[in-house]
């Protein structure tokens, strides 16, 4: 009986520490058998609200996309008066779940009547999977092929600049900075199926090229931008760091096998990535409560970027984006907005 009493108290530990919501983000998990179960999407409810904005775009990701105060979607929403944009970000939630949410909360939701105009998918997440690399550019991949095949275009987003010397301390970033690049490479066209996917490639007809229209119309990579701190200072080169980053064990497995000089070159390799690790840090000016989230600045930041790459037809003065702010009176968000030029008439974007 006590045994049993005992079982069922950690049975219910367990389920409550699941279901917590966190104050910070962690590091993406490192691929293990056990997985959590996530409560399965509901079907979405709600609407365009803004006839005079004939474009229409929703955007989706996890709680970077969720910033409650002054989003980068508030900004390209203000600098761009032609699209409508609802942000439809979630905390926590890794690709797999991404791609649930844009089934649920535009494809099935009838009252977003999506056919009835051009309509745009903003994508950017993925880190909350990133343990899974090769799994989370799958669902990614899922998610630009469902958008096609509905007639939805996508503006894809990459993974951001994130980590700090505390959390990757020693060589550990090696990891993570690795997995994030094949993240962002990916959404970026720079991969093929094969090296994206890794063995999801092998079924695969050509696994070699994309076929046409899988990857995104707009990709923009933002792990390469304004976010990151370019200036930080090289990590020294010493004897110390060059032993961390030769008994990494996962640097070690990309080492095995290699001939003597094709060691030493690539061990080199990984070395100066450990040195140069400091500037792809997000800048500390731009950074929320941890070193992943991007504050109201640096969500302005995040839209001044990506303004420019977006089409012509959504009427966006990306010139103004560093002049906004975030207001906290209700209902006034990101100030001043865009107004609409009398004359402008938006054109279909090209596909």
Known sequence: MLMLFRHSVTILCLVIASVMPHARAAEPPKATKKTITIPPETIGTWRWRDPSRAIKAMAIGGSVTAWPRGPYTAYLHAACPNVEIVNKGKVGIG????????????????????????????????????????????????????????????????????????RWRGARGLASH???????????????????????????????????????????????????????????????????????????????????????????????????????????????????????KGHGVMAAHVCPHLPKSWGCECDVIPTMKWSRRRGEGIIPKVSKRAQQTPQPSAP
């Open 95 to 166: 690709a797999y779940q991404l791609k649930q949410r844009f089934k649920m909360q535009l494809l099935r939701n009838r009252r977003a009547k999506y056919r009835q105009h051009e309509t745009w998918l903003l994508f950017q997440g993925g880190l909350n999977s990133l343990g899974l690399p090769y799994r989370t550019n799958r669902d990614v991949l899922k998610i630009f092929n469902l958008a096609r095949k509905h007639g939805v275009r996508v503006a894809a987003l990459s993974l951001m600049s994130w980590g700090n010397a505390r």
């Open 178 to 296: 690795w997995r994030t690049n094949l993240a962002v490479q990916f959404v970026t066209g720079k991969l093929t199926p094969k090296e994206a996917l890794g063995t999801w490639s092998r079924s695969r007809a050509n696994p070699d090229a994309w076929e046409e229209g899988e990857l995104p119309a707009i990709a923009i990579n933002m792990y390469d931008s304004a976010l990151r701190h370019r200036g930080a200072a090289l990590k020294p080169d010493t004897a110390r760091l060059r032993r961390l980053v030769e008994t990494n064990a996962f640097v070690r497995k990309r080492l095995k096998g290699l001939s003597p000089d094709q060691r030493a070159a690539e061990l080199e390799r990984w070395v100066q990535i450990e040195r140069e690790m400091p500037r792809w840090f997000m800048r500390q000016d731009l950074r929320a409560f941890d070193s992943i989230h991007p504050n109201t």
